[in-house]
């Protein structure tokens, strides 16, 4: 395992509480219909417009892709306030800050979904330093599991990706972006929700899988190490 340099986090469900299955509840429980574990670990990591096409192609409820999209964002308004910090979040990401690790966040979200998160979770994203990429930003072609967003992180971070084992670590919590990141050459520590079905075969590709963030260990990636007490 290469030493890790560098080190970018999706968001949704790995830093922050996943507000996508109440909004996706909400939006269906009209139609007697409940929003699966099944369903959602196929559509996690995706683009908006493919994430939408995707639902709706399963649920065949009477809605355009467009009039999905502006309904859950109408319901999402009232759940964005409430997405705090997963376990471990804090603690690791002030950690890679004040050790001058280079940190970025890849995330599905648009970034219009990312600064109203961000807006109430300043203490957690000022720690990144504006150093985002969003599903929606210009340069973005696709989204996971292609490696576009991984790739543009690592950019930012002045990471050189090639196609050797890079320095750059990647956490996630979603299959698809397991997949984006593997597609990148980048290492990769899965955090999947205990909901999740693990694939034996996908998690055998990562460095670890982890129940939380409160259990990596940086050392073990030849990053600095937690303080005694921290």
């Known amino acids: 395992m290469p030493k890790i340099t560098y080190v970018v986090f999706d968001m949704d469900g790995l830093l922050l509480e996943d507000p996508y299955t109440e909004a996706n509840n909400r939006l269906l429980a009209p139609f007697g219909l409940t929003y699966t574990w099944t369903i959602k670990q196929k559509i996690m990591g995706r683009k908006e417009a493919d994430a939408a096409a995707y639902f709706l192609d399963h649920y065949k409820i009477p809605m355009t892709p467009e009039e999905y999209i502006q309904e859950r964002k109408r319901i999402l308004e009232d759940l964005y306030p409430e997405c705090k910090p997963l376990p471990g979040v804090i603690r690791l990401v002030t950690h890679l800050n004040a050790n001058n690790v280079p940190i970025c966040i890849a995330t599905s ?122």
């Open 109 to 230: 979200s648009t970034r219009s979904a990312f600064n109203k998160k961000a807006s109430s979770n300043k203490e957690l994203f000022d720690l990144f330093g504006g150093n985002v990429v969003c599903s929606d930003d210009s340069h973005i072609e696709r989204g996971k599991p292609f490696p576009d967003l991984f790739l543009a992180g690592a950019h930012k971070l002045g990471c050189n990706v090639t196609s050797q084992d890079s320095h750059c670590l990647v956490f996630e919590d979603s299959p698809l972006g397991v997949e984006a990141g593997l597609a990148a050459n980048m290492t990769i520590v899965w955090v999947p929700d205990p909901c999740l079905t693990v694939d034996p075969l996908l998690a055998a590709k990562c460095a670890k899988v982890l129940p939380s963030l409160e259990e990596f260990e940086p050392a073990e990636f030849g990053l600095p190490p937690f303080d005694l007490g921290q």
